[in-house]
Nanobody
Framework: VQLQASGGGLVQAGGSLRLSCVLSGSFFSINAMNWYRQAPGKERELVATITGDGRTNYADSVKGRFTISRDNAKNTMYLQMNSLKPDDTAVYYC????????????WGQGTQVTVSS
């Protein structure tokens, strides 16, 4: 399984971006997919999760502004980010996990999101 993230960029505060994460391999074996972010000097934090049955969860800091989704036909996960704030500036990483008899997880390369004030 490999993950390829894209869609980052520079945007003004209040703007929007959509991140994409394409998964190569079996999408249906994945139990949950996540977006994490890491700002300079800070620890990596979980931003949003979507499970195989479509349940979603968000960090309090992004609730109401970000939307995670997945397109099973395209093996792609998205993060729609609206009303962006300078505090959202970070490298965003996609992550996938599967569990059952054993646990395995996978990381994509990061994509930089920069929000100017």
């Amino acid at each position: 399984v490999q993950l390829q993230a894209s869609g980052g960029g520079l945007v003004q505060a209040g703007g929007s971006l959509r991140l994409s994460c394409v998964l190569s391999g079996s999408f249906f074996s994945i139990n949950a997919m996540n977006w994490y972010r890491q700002a300079p000097g800070k620890e990596r934090e979980l931003v949003a999760t979507i499970t195989g049955d479509g349940r979603t969860n968000y960090a309090d800091s992004v609730k109401g502004r970000f939307t995670i989704s997945r397109d099973n036909a395209k093996n792609t996960m998205y993060l729609q980010m609206n009303s962006l704030k300078p505090d959202d500036t970070a490298v965003y990483y996609c992550h996938a996990a599967k569990w059952g008899r054993s646990y395995a997880d996978y990381w994509g390369q990061g994509t930089q999101v920069t929000v100017s004030s």
